[in-house]
């Protein structure tokens, strides 16, 4: 069964950070990239951060040297973390993991990220 469960978002102020946490549940996902994703309010989700299966990583620009994405492979399910410094009111949204590869499942709850000026 996969599941996909986000946490540690909050309301902070800007410059401050943040250390975003996901468990994915499911045998699917430890062979997988593995991505966190953000959806700004009124606009479409968009992939931020990536790391594959052999740990290398990938950003969009606008999180390059302010974020970093890792990740920890337990038995049957991936720890995804994100740490996220020097927060930006603009990196205000609901942040989710996924494995892009990956069509199985829903989406998680998401976990909201406040950065206020």
């Known amino acids: 069964q996969v599941q996909l469960v986000e946490s540690g978002g909050g309301l902070v102020h800007a410059g401050e950070s943040l250390r975003l946490s996901c468990a994915a549940s499911?045998?699917?996902?430890?062979?997988?990239?593995m991505g966190w994703y953000r959806q700004l309010p009124g606009k479409r989700r968009e992939l931020v951060a990536l790391?594959?299966?052999?740990?290398?990583?990938?950003?969009v620009d606008s999180v390059k040297g302010r974020f970093t994405i890792s990740r920890d492979n337990a038995e049957n399910t991936v720890y995804l973390h994100l740490q996220m410094n020097s927060l930006k009111p603009e990196d205000t949204a609901v942040y989710y993991c996924?494995?892009?590869?990956?069509?199985?499942?829903?989406w998680g709850p998401g976990t909201q990220v406040t950065v206020s000026s």
């Open positions: 996924r494995a892009p590869g990956v069509t199985e499942g829903p």
């Open positions: 499911g045998s699917v996902f430890s062979g997988n990239d």
């Open positions: 790391i594959t299966s052999a740990g290398r990583t990938n950003y």
